[in-house]
């Protein structure tokens, strides 16, 4: 049922972006300014897009700033572009990434689906929308979001990707990872599915990665339901993925920031993080990485949860999963 308001919700949503089309000004973020875009590539020489909404990065500094942040608030934006380092540079030897700037909720305790199915995704719809007249020129894209930009995603997936099936055709892998995708929201959206191994196209990726135990407040992310496929063996059963089998994580400075060489490269960190699934709980499992260090826990999200390092942990195991999947997709449907 609560998915059912949420769509709704975004239908709504996507009948008022058509009448802004038509005059009738409403609230949404105007895309055709270049000010608005986190990126936009100066060239276009990969066969594909990348559209990416990073996570949650607006914190308000007191009780008096707004729960929805302006478009260019000084913390979303440092935010975003720190996100993007860690989890969008993944796909930048895939394809052409762009990433618009979209208002976040800030992590609002009360009515929090709802509150996202509004702004949020008024505005991340707007830059899709904007994206495919303007940029896209009818390449296949890839979607990559994480946490709230997930959240945001699964709206986009369910709304403006159900109204417009010809765009839907085009795209190659979602990667809805740090938020919950179940098999209720597939249900209402029989036109989405998940992915069943490392090479079906058109399909939702997502897990969420955790300790093997958690502590209070646990993870906020997770809820009852949650599919999960793991991003080394591409397995949804509970077979182990050893670290070895690890195509390479990647480390963090203390900001989130991706620990970068001398040359400014972001380098494999070999044999750090292992993944298997909790089919019980609906989580992916890490075994191998230190929980004192990495996950302390916050008033947010309990010991254990390894939510930052959803990307990081498997960033050349994503990278590899997206060049196959393009290549895949182009098997299906025409060479290059």
Same mark, same amino acid.
């Given at each position: ?15 008022? !972006? @058509? ?44 009780? *008096?700033?707004?729960? !929805? ?25 895939? %394809? ?45 894209? !890839?979607?990559? %979001? ?10 986009? @997936? ?58 209070? #407040? %646990? ?7 949650? @599919? ?6 591409? +397995?949804?059963?509970? *077979? ?53 260090? @990495?996950? #302390?826990?916050?008033?947010?999200? %309990? ?8 990307? #990081? ?12 999947? $393009?290549?895949?997709?182009?098997? +299906?449907?025409? $060479?290059?």
């Amino acid at each position: 049922m609560k998915r059912e308001k949420i769509a709704l919700a975004v239908a709504i949503l996507s009948l008022s !972006i @058509l009448l802004t089309a038509c005059g009738n000004k409403k609230d949404v973020t105007d895309y055709s300014k270049t000010e608005n875009w986190l990126n936009i590539p100066t060239t276009t020489d990969k066969e594909v897009d990348v559209f990416y909404l990073y996570p949650t990065s607006y914190l308000p500094a007191d009780e *008096t700033d707004p729960s !929805i942040s302006t478009i260019d608030d000084a913390g979303m934006v440092q935010g975003a572009k720190t996100a993007y380092g860690r989890q969008a540079t993944a796909f930048e030897t895939v %394809g052409n990434i762009y990433a618009p700037y979209y208002r976040q909720d800030n992590l609002s305790a009360v009515d929090r689906e709802e509150t996202i199915a509004g702004i949020p995704t008024t505005d991340a719809t707007a830059a899709f929308d904007y994206y495919i007249k303007h940029y896209n020129n009818g390449r296949p894209f !890839i979607l990559v %979001g994480h946490s709230q930009g997930s959240d945001v995603m699964s709206n986009l @997936l369910s709304g403006y990707l159900k109204d417009h099936p010809d765009v839907y055709k085009r795209m190659v892998v979602a990667y809805v990872i740090g938020f919950t995708v179940t098999n209720d929201y597939l249900t209402a959206n029989p036109h989405l599915k998940f992915a069943e191994g490392p090479d079906d196209t058109g399909v939702i990726v997502s897990y969420n990665t955790e300790a093997e135990t958690v502590l209070d #407040p %646990g993870n906020p992310v997770v809820t009852e339901g949650a @599919l999960v496929i793991n991003p080394i063996n591409w +397995k949804r059963d509970e *077979t182990l993925a050893t670290a070895a089998e690890n195509l390479g994580s990647i480390a963090l400075n203390r900001d989130g920031s991706a620990v970068l060489n001398a040359e400014g490269k972001i380098e494999p960190v070999m044999n750090f993080a292992d993944a298997q699934i909790n089919l019980a709980k609906g989580v992916l499992i890490c075994s191998t990485a230190n929980v004192d260090l @990495l996950s #302390p826990g916050n008033a947010t999200f %309990g010991k254990g949860v390894y939510h930052t390092f959803d990307y #990081p942990f498997y960033y050349f195991n994503l990278r590899e999963n997206a060049e196959n999947r $393009t290549n895949k997709y182009f098997e +299906k449907n025409g $060479t290059k």
